[in-house]
C-alpha cells in the first residue's frame, strides 16, 4: 500500500513564488519527501515525460509552458500516495476543481480561455496518475541514489 509519485510543481508555481505553500499541503498530509529537486527541462525531455500527450492539440501550449522555466520536480511517498496526491491536487481544468484542492484555490484557468489562446491550461502542479506513471516517471526524472529512506514523525502515528 505504500507508494511513490511523481509531482512537478510547474513553472506557473515556481514563479508565483507558492512552492513553500503547495509544499506544506503535502506535508501537512503526513506524505514524505523522498526526493527532491528544482530543474529546467529542455523540449526533448518534455517529449518523454509528456509522451502520451504528444500528439494531442494542446501538445505545443504544454511544452511551451513546462520548459519556460524551472520546476520543482519530487517523489512523495505514502499510503496510496498516487491516489491521495491527485485528490490535494485537484482536477486538470482550475476553473473546475473544488476548493480545498491545489487547482481549485491557486488558479482558474478554463479550458474556454486557454484553447481559444492556444496555450496550455497553467493549473500549478504535475501529479502521476496512476501507479504504472509514477513508476515510469519517477524513473524519468530521478536516480536511485536520489531518492532517500528516513522515518518521519508521522510514520508513528500512520503506521
Ligand atoms: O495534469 P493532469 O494529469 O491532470 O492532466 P493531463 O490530461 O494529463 O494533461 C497534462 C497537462 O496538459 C495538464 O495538467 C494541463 O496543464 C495541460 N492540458 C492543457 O493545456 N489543455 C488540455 N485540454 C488538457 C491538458
Ligand atoms: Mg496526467
Known amino acids: 500500500m505504500i507508494e511513490r509519485s511523481l509531482i512537478l510543481i510547474k513553472p506557473d508555481g515556481v514563479e508565483r513564488g507558492i512552492i513553500g505553500e503547495i509544499l506544506s499541503r503535502f506535508e501537512k498530509a503526513g506524505l514524505k519527501i523522498a526526493g527532491m529537486r ?3 527541462i529542455d523540449e526533448k525531455f518534455a517529449k518523454k515525460h509528456y509522451k502520451a500527450h504528444i500528439d494531442k492539440p494542446f501538445y505545443k501550449g504544454l511544452e ?3 520548459t519556460e522555466g524551472p520546476v520543482v520536480a519530487m517523489v512523495l511517498e505514502g499510503l496510496h500516495a498516487v491516489e491521495i496526491i ?3 491536487v485537484g482536477p486538470t481544468e482550475p476553473r ?3 476548493p480545498g484542492t491545489i487547482r481549485g484555490d491557486y488558479a ?3 479550458y474556454e480561455y486557454t484553447d481559444k489562446k492556444g496555450i496550455a491550461v497553467k493549473n500549478l502542479i504535475h501529479a502521476s496518475g496512476t501507479k504504472k506513471e509514477a ?4 524513473k524519468l526524472w530521478f536516480s536511485e541514489s536520489d531518492l532517500f529512506d528516513y522515518e518521519t514523525v508521522h510514520e ?3 503506521f
Open 38 to 40: 528544482l530543474v529546467h
Open 64 to 66: 511551451k509552458m513546462i
Open 86 to 88: 491527485r485528490k490535494i
Open 96 to 98: 473546475t476543481a473544488p
Open 108 to 110: 482558474h484557468h478554463s
Open 135 to 138: 513508476d515510469e516517471e519517477i
Open 156 to 158: 508513528r502515528h500512520v
